[in-house]
């Protein structure tokens, strides 16, 4: 099972940049991959063991209270 789902944000567990979690790719060994897609359009490849849940700056909030 994947530790992301497609459109989660993503870091680094070193931190820093943030990417989109792009797609999954099907694991060849223990180690599932990712695609993730940086915020200028490029795409990039990583374990998914390397990367940590990232927040938006700004959280959306989704209904008010009354």
């Not at 940049?17 to 790719?25: E, H, K, L, N």
């Amino acid at each position: 099972m994947a530790k992301f789902a497609v459109g989660a944000l993503v870091q680094l567990k070193t931190g820093g940049i943030r990417w989109m979690v792009a797609s999954q790719i099907e694991p060849d060994s223990d180690h599932p991959k990712v695609w993730c897609k940086w915020d200028y359009g490029n795409y990039s490849v990583h374990n998914e063991h390397e990367l940590r849940a990232a927040t938006d700056d700004a959280p959306r909030v989704y209904k008010k209270l009354a």
